[in-house]
């Protein structure tokens, strides 16, 4: 398994992104939305969102784990 390191401009813009963001329990629940949207069009098979299909699978499984990053949704215990 090989690991991807960032350089220090992206480490610095990462950090700038998400110390200038909302709080990350809003982001993480903007996250979900758009991938709900995302999975309501391709089960539909939209014809007006023509996209590929494993991009758009890989994108989803990416933006869910950011946002359980964020705001670990599944692990809270309220």
Known sequence: ??????????ELRLNE?????TDPKS???AIR???YLLAMSL????????????SAKEGYFWL?????ILNPYL????
Request: with cysteine; net charge negative.
């Open 1 to 10: 398994m090989s690991l991807n390191t960032l350089s220090k401009e992206t």
């Open 17 to 21: 992104f998400f110390n200038q963001a």
């Open 27 to 29: 982001f993480a629940k």
């Open 33 to 35: 939305k758009v991938n």
């Open 43 to 54: 089960m539909r098979e939209c014809e007006t969102m023509q996209i590929d299909l494993k």
């Open 64 to 68: 869910n784990e950011l946002a359980e």
């Open 75 to 78: 692990d809270v215990n309220d």
